[in-house]
């Protein structure tokens, strides 16, 4: 008994220990993102079939305000 109380204290610390890690890495590598990029990309149907030569509508949606693409 005293084992199964050890392994879920120690399995409980490192949830603990891992989510606070993964906490603090989604704040430390958070990208803002361009808020263009969202309207265009609602703009767009939606499809993601590639016939403009990027990827998908998002990838499109990028280059239309990064790149300047018509």
Known sequence: MTTLIAALCCMG????????????????FHVDADPRIEEVYEALPGV???????PGCAGY???VVVEGVD
């Open 13 to 28: 610390v490192l949830g603990i220990a891992f989510g606070l890690g993964l906490a603090v890495a989604a704040k430390r």
């Open 48 to 54: 993601d079939c590639g016939a403009c030569g990027y």
């Open 61 to 63: 949606a990028e280059a």
